[in-house]
Every structure is written in C-alpha cells, then in structure tokens.
C-alpha cells in the first residue's frame, strides 16, 4: 500500500467560550466544553410528513453531536414540545433542561415536493439567532436539506462554515488481504447514499474531486499500468487524461480553478511532477530530478504546490512555486514523511508520517514548523480535509492477515476520533467541496 502523508497543518486547538448574548461558540485554544442543543421533532403540516419530521430532527443532531463540540440534550428529557411553528418559544421549557440552543422547524410535502423550514434560538438569551430559512425539493433530498440546516447552525454558532453538505470518493474495499478487490465509491459524508461508480474489476487508487464536485480524478491499472482518469460524477463517463507509451501517470490532483491537472509522471525509469491544461492537454514539466517526486497538492491560492520527494536520501515534503524554481524542504522530523495536502484554509499541510514502527496523521504550518500528530496506529493513511479546514478522513488498517481497511476521522486539535461508516472495507478517501 502506498504510504501517503496528508494533512501537516497544524491548527489551534478547538475550545468552547459561551456568552450570554449572542450565543457564540468560539474555536480557539483551551478545553472544550460541548454547547447542550436541543433539537425537538419538526412539526409536520401535512398530513403523512410525521416520519420525515422526526428523521430530520434525527440528522440534524447526529451531524452536530458529531463534531463534539455539541452535547444534545435528548428529546426524553423534555418538558415541553414545539407544536407550531408559528408560536412563541416558551424558553422556561428548555432552560430548565439546560439547553443553550433550540433548533425548531417545521416540514410539509405535497407529492415529490418537500419544504422545511427552521429557526435557531439562544435559549438563556431568550431571542432568536438571525432569521429563520426555508429549502424546498425533492423529497428524495430530505437528508442534504437537514445536512443544510446543520451547517447553518454550526455556522452561526462558531462563526465558520460546516462541512455536513458535502460528500466522500473513496476506494471500497472487499474480500481478503490477499485478494482484495477494489471500486470507486461515493456517499455523504456520514456514510449515507452510498453510490458505487466503478465495477471492482480493475484496481483504482486515489480518487479526487474538481472544486465544483462534479468531476473526479483517480488512477486505475486497468490496462495493467497506472494510468490517470477524468470521471464526471454524472452519468458516469471517463476518458483517460495521460496515454503516452511506455510512460506511467497516477497521483493527481485538481488546480483550485478546475482548469489543470498536476500529477506523477513516470518516464525512463524517472518520476517527476507535471501539470496539464486540462482544455488544451499540453502538458507542462514541474520538476526534473533524478529522485521521485509524487503526491503534489496545490496552495488553495493555486500558486505554490507541496509534494513528496526522496531527493534528500529519506521521503520528506517540499513546496515549491507553481512557476517553477528550487523546491524547499519543510519536514525535518524523525522518520519519513508523505502525501501532503494542503488546508483549503491556506494556513496548515496535512502528512502521513512513518517513524519507529507507527504511522501517524499530522499537521504543520506551510513553512513545516508546529509539527502535530494526530494519530498513532500500525497503519494511518491518506488524510483529506474537510471543505472548512477543521476535520480530517484517513484511511486505517488494522494489523495481520486479516487486516480492514477502514475510514476515520479526527479534528485539526486531534480530539474527537472516530470511525466513517462504510458498507465494507474503505481507502483512499476524498473530500468534496461545500454544496457537493
């Protein structure tokens, strides 16, 4: 398996500040004391939406309980209910179940169609949190409309974007160690709508999103050698970008603009980095060294580009210009360093590190200082950021002949560790942008 290195940046640590008025959950250094929410069932005004009333209300607190930075006071321990959307808040009901957030809404369908609408309230300041919203659809959408209503409370407590509406690619997994078969999949990101887009006849590595999660880069052996592939989400077609003779192409990776590609080209027993107009299909050589470089990830601002290289004797980072010019090293940690990526917020790069038997998850500012790691186990690999900058997937695989691959998640701070959902083994994960 390949030994990737992503995310080394390293992030305050996430803390939890609550003022009387305005409610405000600050990210910022200390410990975290989760904000106590609650979230009664939506009311339904048709007739038939009572399920999907208590579904949303569901979604919505699991995706906010999630993050850990919300405690959900649950629905058992009301004293009092939201019967109309209309009707005053008696906020006496909920602070003497101490909760400081109120989420109330409300959903009617009429055939296919479904709207859902929703307040926020500061309990102990007695007001409500901005305006109320209101998404209609289809009632197939019911799930991304309670994701949206997550994001929108997660971003008027913490002052930041969520990151609920948004989705994973990954490499699903089944079968032994020793036989493993491998497809492309894709699902929101608590595991929910899981689409497979590729058969699991042909091994694929490595999937990417466009900014505008449309499209998806991955690399594939189905002619034998790696070889990149340009997938469009919808209706799933694909051709191959790079098809030079006696080459070999894999770890792409989009330009923040969507318009290029920069990615590993093997040639001559030689691996540099190269970038191609993905309009045009000129392509255009980054590096020219005798050593491997691979994993290349651009600056969110599309002019600087880190990678991977073993030029120094040991596989170590370096950022470059995207113009060209010396590659600087950033890592001088023990052990071996891999797979970066760079924070959508511009201020962090995400690694895999190998050092002493263990690999780990770490972040580090883009000029390598304030190494963190994250994680520690026999196998971790593979980080992606969420399209805020405050969490991170990787891939782990437990230990032995009967080691699984599996999808987990873990904040920029390091807390709040935990498994992704998937039907079966999971790898190589990859986050979409917000709205998907």
């Not at 307040?119 to 009632?139: C, H, K, P, T, W």
């Not at 590993?264 to 491997?292: C, F, H, K, V, W």
């Not at 590190?353 to 580090?364: L, T």
């Not at 304030?370 to 891939?395: C, H, K, Q, Y």
Request: hydrophobic share 40%.
């Amino acid at each position: 398996m390949l030994f990737r290195i992503f995310f080394a940046v390293c992030i305050l640590a996430w803390g939890a500040v609550v003022s009387a008025a305005p409610l405000k959950l600050e990210i910022n250094q200390g410990v975290i004391e989760p904000v106590p929410f609650a979230v009664p069932a939506f009311v339904p005004e048709t007739s038939g939406a009572e399920g999907m009333a208590q579904d949303l209300a569901q979604v919505v607190a699991a995706d906010l309980l999630g993050t850990g930075l919300f405690r959900e006071i649950p629905q058992s321990a009301f004293v009092g209910a939201i019967t109309s959307f209309s009707s005053p808040v008696q906020f006496s009901d909920w602070k003497v179940v101490n909760a400081q957030v109120l989420i109330s809404g409300a959903v009617s369908i009429e055939g296919s169609n479904i709207t859902v609408k929703f307040r926020i309230y500061d309990v102990f300041a007695g007001n409500e949190l901005g305006s109320g919203m209101r998404f209609s659809g289809q009632v197939s959408g019911w799930r991304r409309m309670a994701h949206k209503i997550s994001d929108a409370v997660y971003s008027r407590i913490t002052g930041e974007a969520g990151y609920f509406d948004s989705r994973i690619v990954f490499v699903s997994e089944s079968g032994t160690k020793s036989a493993r078969k491998k497809s492309l999949a894709i699902m929101d990101y608590d595991g929910a709508n899981v689409q497979y887009l590729t058969n699991d006849n042909d091994l694929v590595l490595a999937p990417r999103f466009s900014p505008t999660g449309d499209r998806i880069l991955y690399t594939s052996y189905e002619t034998g050698f790696p070889r990149i592939y340009l997938l469009e989400v919808n209706g799933l077609r694909k051709r191959a970008l790079q098809d030079q003779p006696g080459t070999m192409s894999f770890a792409p990776r989009f330009s923040p603009d969507g318009q290029s590609v920069v990615y590993s080209l093997e040639r001559n027993g030689n691996t540099d980095l190269y970038e191609m107009n993905l309009a045009s299909g000129q392509m255009r050589q980054l590096s020219n060294a005798p050593s491997i470089e691979t994993a290349p990830s651009y600056s969110p601002d599309g002019t600087q580009i880190v990678f991977e290289s073993d030029r120094s004797g040991t596989q170590q980072i370096y950022v470059m210009d995207r113009a060209g010019g010396t590659p600087k090293r950033i890592s001088f940690g023990d052990g071996r360093y891999g797979t970066p990526v760079w924070s959508p917020r511009g201020d962090m790069i995400a690694f895999t590190k190998q050092n002493k038997g263990r690999f780990h998850i770490g972040v580090m500012r883009t000029d390598g200082s304030e190494e963190r790691l994250l994680t520690a186990s026999f196998l971790d690999e593979g980080p992606t950021w969420s399209p805020n900058g405050r969490v991170i997937m990787f891939t782990r695989e437990t230990q032995g002949a009967s080691g699984v691959a599996r999808l987990y998640s873990v904040d920029v701070s390091g807390r709040n560790l935990k498994p992704v959902p998937t039907p079966g083994g999971g790898s190589d994960p990859a986050w979409s942008p917000l709205g998907r």
